[in-house]
């Protein structure tokens, strides 16, 4: 199988402002009962938020956008609920592509396809042939989404592939997952209050700096996100080693430098 090679690290560029962007998507459900409304409304409420949080994260030069938009573990949720995401996702697709290609936005689907109505699957198919050439910022869409799944898979293909164990490297084993053609998400952000990174970008996460609010995602505005990345921006990232300034001038002998990645202000939340 071709794969693509990924892009250079986040951290040769401009390590004020995050390349990749990714959300977990969590309070549509909860802000429409808070309205009086069916979950489903949240939803359709949610979808209609996307454009913004593009529009917003664009001009500040974040490349890479990926939300969270249904998880495989989301087809346990009630039957109805299901159907209504699906109807909303189908809607949102047929409504947004055309607006968004025209805003040279590229959109690219993670996930699995095979469970998804056929017709889902060819509009699917069809915006990210119609975007495909676009420059602009790329949109992940995870939908369908786990990340145990995209690991097993990466290495069925593997596998498959034939390839030697000893040629299996971190660099190689990310060219097989989903998102082999961006860069690993510099920060995370959940709303709705949970902690948990539920099953999102395993893999991807390991150095992410994540950022969790208990703002619903309908409530998420312009104004918090430009609060989120001023909070990035104070950030330093070591990826496990020190950065020069880190470095003690010298050391006593028998007084080893017992400062540790995590001595630096703790994992941005609210």
């Not at 998507?25 to 069916?38: C, H, I, S, V």
């Not at 939908?143 to 660099?171: H, M, N, Q, T, W």
């Not at 990174?197 to 893999?203: E, K």
């Not at 010298?250 to 990645?261: K, L, S, V």
């Amino acid at each position: 199988m071709q794969v693509e090679s990924p892009p250079p690290h986040p951290a040769e560029n401009n390590a004020n402002i995050p390349v990749h962007v990714a959300f977990i998507m969590d309070g549509n459900g909860r802000w429409a009962q808070k309205q009086g409304l069916p979950r489903v409304a949240g939803h359709e409420v949610g979808v209609q938020c996307i454009q913004a949080v593009l529009e917003t994260l664009g001009a500040k030069g974040v490349q890479y956008v990926t939300v969270y938009a249904f998880s495989t573990e989301n087809w346990g949720r009630p039957q109805d609920e299901v159907d209504g995401i699906m109807d909303v996702f189908s809607q949102a697709i047929a409504s947004q592509t055309e607006a968004l290609h025209e805003k040279n936005v590229r959109i690219v689907h993670l996930g699995r396809t095979e469970n998804m109505a056929q017709d889902l699957r060819d509009a699917v198919a069809e915006s990210q042939r119609l975007t495909a050439g676009n420059t602009g910022i790329t949109f992940n869409v995870a939908f369908d989404y786990g990340g145990r799944v995209e690991i097993l898979e990466a290495v069925r293909r593997i596998i498959k592939d034939g390839l030697s164990p000893d040629a299996i490297d971190e660099e190689l084993f990310s060219r097989y997952l989903f998102t082999a053609h961006c860069p690993d998400p510099d920060l995370i952000i959940r709303t709705g209050g949970e902690q948990r990174i539920s099953n999102f970008l395993l893999w991807q996460s390991a150095y992410s700096e994540i950022y969790h609010t208990p703002t619903l995602w309908p409530d998420l505005d312009t104004e918090e996100l430009e609060r989120v990345l001023e909070a990035f921006s104070r950030r330093r990232r070591r990826y496990g080693g020190l950065n020069p300034e880190d470095q003690p001038e010298y050391q006593h002998e028998g007084q080893p430098d017992d400062r540790h990645e995590d001595d630096s202000p703790q994992v941005l939340q609210e």
